[in-house]
């Protein structure tokens, strides 16, 4: 069997074992996969487990037939975010961006980018402080989204590419995957969201800015529902999932 050397990220641990535990990972040469960890809860194994999710490490495993688990040889632990485990706004945001990538990228598809990403967000998330989860936990979903090619620009209708007035408010269809206008405006292809100029402007803004300026901004309890339910909606549409952590952020 193959064997393959990457920085991984520990999405999701399940015991399968009394000694064993499978693990869900983002592997960033490799893409999402998941591991058996023989002996992970032993007292002594090659992985200082019991391994926990969000855990970040140069691994080593060995990768058969894409429908088998592929076997955990190795892990060096780098980072564990702690700060994600002490504060809920953040243990929040990571769980929904957790969510998100299990739901929306593909097995065994690599995307370093999304891998760097996902880390990137986060660091900001274990290291920010709690008024800025929001704000952080949504830009990743945007820039997720359009990594994944599924975002759209606020500025244009989704169907037509007629440049639509930043100024106003916004149709939003999650099932066409971004604004429309009034002609273009769907029946029957799902539900459309309102969102406000202003919430609209913060979306692109998320979507785009620099990590730093992302940190600074400060969402509203009622732009952050706006966008959770676009996001919810997307997620639904797109994966057919429905987002546990959505109604927490
Ligand atoms: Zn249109």
């Known amino acids: 069997m193959p064997v393959y050397k990457s920085m991984v990220l520990l999405l999701r641990c399940r015991d399968w074992s009394e000694t064993s535990?499978?693990?869900?990972?983002?592997?960033r040469e490799v893409g999402r996969l998941r591991c058996l960890a023989k002996g992970s809860k032993r007292g002594q194994n090659p992985f200082s487990g019991p391994l926990d999710r969000w855990t970040l490490g140069e691994a080593v495993f060995s990768l058969g037939h894409p429908d088998r688990l592929a076997t955990l040889m190795e892990l060096y632990e780098t980072d564990r975010f702690d700060g994600l485990r002490?504060?809920?706004?953040?243990?929040?945001?990571?769980?929904?961006?957790?969510?998100?990538?299990?739901?929306?990228?593909?097995?065994?598809?690599?995307?370093p980018a999304v891998f760097d990403l996902v880390v990137r967000t986060f660091d900001l998330l274990a290291e920010a402080e709690a008024e800025a989860s929001r704000a952080l936990t949504f830009a990743f979903a945007w820039r997720l989204l359009a990594l994944l090619g599924y975002g759209h620009r606020l500025d244009r209708c989704v169907e037509c590419d007629r440049p639509l007035d930043t100024d106003k408010p916004r149709e939003y269809s999650a099932g066409l995957g971004g604004p429309v206008c009034l002609q273009c405006r769907p029946e029957g292809k799902g539900k459309i969201h309102h969102l406000t100029a202003k919430t609209a402007q913060a979306m692109a803004f998320l979507a785009d800015?620099?990590?730093?300026?992302?940190?600074?901004?400060?969402?509203?309890?009622?732009?952050?529902?706006?966008?959770?339910?676009?996001?919810?909606?997307?997620?639904?549409?797109?994966?057919?999932?429905?987002?546990?952590?959505?109604?927490?952020?």
């Open 86 to 111: 002490r504060k809920l706004p953040a243990f929040y945001g990571a769980s929904l961006a957790t969510e998100l990538v299990m739901a929306l990228v593909p097995d065994l598809d690599p995307q």
């Open 209 to 249: 800015a620099d990590w730093r300026e992302v940190r600074r901004v400060r969402l509203s309890r009622g732009t952050a529902g706006q966008m959770r339910d676009v996001l919810a909606a997307s997620a639904a549409e797109l994966a057919g999932k429905e987002l546990a952590a959505a109604r927490y952020v």
């Open 21 to 27: 535990q499978v693990v869900e990972l983002l592997a």
